[in-house]
Antibody, heavy 118, light 110 residues
Framework: QLQLQESGPGLVKPSETLSLTCAVS??????????WGWIRQPPGKGLEWIGG???????YYNPSLESRVTMSVDTSKNQFSLKLSSVTAADTAVYYC??????????WGQGTLVTVSS | QSALTQPASVSGSPGQSITISCTGT?????????VSWYQQHPGKAPKLMIY???NRPSGVSNRFSGSKSGNTASLTISGLQAEDEADYYC??????????FGIGTKVTVL
């Protein structure tokens, strides 16, 4: 059974860079069949697609966040990462990592809350 | 990209059927058979319930069904049970090669 586990700082200061990692277990990240990605959910609000990355390195980002987002894959550690720069309070959210076979988000991590505050 | 439109809340009594709508445009819901639905209980990660408009993943109850007409997709829950009380989100692939979610619907079992 595939499992995804997010990790990273729970508190980030405004204007700094948010960095999260998603460890993949129970399966290999080295598959062209899947897109590995991130979705976030501000407290009490809905879901927002951030973007995704294939193990080849091809990336797809939400246009509203594209200028601040960078995703990467580390096949040696079977994990992938998210960096979001110049954060503000509006970036406070639970961040989920996901696996997408085609057009749907099949597996989700448990989520990690990141708060942006000084 | 604008969020897909869903009713804020839907309620029903145990055993009844309810339907949640998800309205988009011809650039997302109407243009592709790539609508999916997710169930989210408080404090938990979303769970895939329906993919590609009407397909159920293994392990999801057949009380859940999906359909689409034009720019509107729908999720129907039949034989409503207490455990179905949760938030439900639709999602669609878009012509911009991105994904958009609905605003979410809170289902209450009376």
């Amino acid at each position: 059974q595939l499992q995804l586990q997010e990790s990273g700082p729970g508190l980030v200061k405004p204007s700094e860079t948010l960095s999260l990692t998603c460890a993949v277990s129970g399966g290999s990240i080295r598959s062209s069949n899947y897109c590995w990605g991130w979705i976030r959910q501000p407290p009490g609000k809905g879901l927002e697609w951030i973007g995704g990355i294939y193990y080849s390195g091809s990336t797809y980002y939400n246009p509203s966040l594209e200028s601040r987002v960078t995703m990467s894959v580390d096949t040696s550690k079977n994990q992938f990462s998210l960096k979001l720069s110049s954060v503000t309070a509006a970036d406070t959210a639970v961040y989920y990592c996901t696996r997408r076979p085609r057009s749907y988000f099949e597996y989700w991590g448990q989520g990690t809350l990141v708060t942006v505050s000084s | 990209q604008s969020a897909l439109t869903q009713p804020a809340s839907v309620s029903g009594s145990p055993g009844q059927s309810i339907t949640i709508s998800c309205t988009g445009t011809s650039s997302d819901v109407g243009g592709y058979n790539y609508v999916s639905w997710y169930q989210q209980h408080p404090g938990k990660a979303p769970k895939l319930m329906i993919y590609d408009v009407s397909n159920r993943p293994s392990g999801v109850s057949n009380r859940f069904s999906g359909s689409k007409s034009g720019n509107t997709a729908s999720l129907t829950i039949s034989g409503l049970q207490a455990e179905d009380e949760a938030d439900y989100y639709c999602s669609s692939y878009t012509s911009s090669n991105t994904y958009v979610f609905g605003i979410g619907t809170k289902v209450t079992v009376l």
